[in-house]
């Protein structure tokens, strides 16, 4: 089974929103969840049957069935941002599931939403964001590092170390995936050695390098973009 994902950045403006994606299985399978940083909300459709999901961070790389004849689609949310009311601290490693209408409407803070589609989730996020039930919250700015640390799990779910451990192994994914030789990657992302390097592949991915550089497993889950800082 391969799962060929679209994926694209949110409409200008909407930077509450980090990366929408979608996909569709072909058969019954499974697929490699990496690590994430930030909780994504999920739609999927299978055979008649709709699902939605908030999928909070996760701390390490996870194997996910896959039923036969699905589609998803996910928005991811930037670091920070939280769908009311469940805190990325309550859902780490975890999910909550919505309730759905019989006329196919989704229950998110007690009022009936019409499900997104990949070209419209824009609106489905704005109309969220007005009626206070997503917001995002600062991640600067606190008088002391270890304020910081607290606020910063407290909001996000995860320490400042384990979204920049989190952030780094994407990027070294992405970098081994591009072609790249392992020794670069150490050099440039700051590894201490091969072995610190595959340790985190293994770790965040699910992955080895040699892996990633012949191409990855088809049915990874990679959609993560990464900043000069972590989460961004």
């Not at 928005?75 to 909550?96: E, F, S, T």
């Not at 989704?106 to 939403?113: K, R």
């Not at 824009?122 to 910081?148: C, D, I, K, M, N």
């Not at 920049?164 to 050695?193: H, K, P, S, T």
């Amino acid at each position: 089974m391969g799962l060929l994902f679209e994926h694209r950045d949110a409409a200008s403006g909407v930077s509450i929103v980090d990366r929408v994606w979608r996909t569709r299985s072909d058969a019954e399978g499974t697929m490699t969840s990496a690590a994430r940083t930030c909780c994504q909300l999920i739609v999927t459709r299978t055979r008649g049957q709709l699902r939605v999901d908030l999928r909070g961070p996760e701390t390490r790389a996870t194997v996910a069935p896959v039923p036969p004849d699905a589609e998803f689609l996910g928005v991811r949310l930037a670091l920070g941002a939280v769908l009311r009311p469940h805190p990325a601290v309550a859902i780490v490693d975890g999910h909550v599931s919505f309730p759905v209408t019989g006329s196919g409407r989704v229950v998110i803070g007690g009022a009936e939403w019409e499900v997104p589609a990949y070209d419209n989730v824009e609106h489905f996020v704005l109309r969220l964001r007005e009626a206070g039930l997503l917001v995002r919250a600062r991640l600067q700015g606190y008088p002391s590092q270890r304020t910081r640390q607290r606020q910063h799990r407290a909001i996000t779910g995860l320490s400042p170390t384990a979204v920049g451990q989190i952030d780094r192994a994407n990027a070294a994914a992405m970098m081994l995936r591009a072609g790249r030789d392992w020794r670069a990657v150490v050099d440039e992302l700051g590894y201490f050695d091969q072995a610190h390097l595959g340790h985190a592949l293994r770790r965040y991915i699910g992955q080895t390098a040699r892996g990633l550089r012949a191409g990855g497993d088809a049915s990874m889950s990679f959609l993560y973009k990464t900043g000069a800082e972590p989460g961004s």
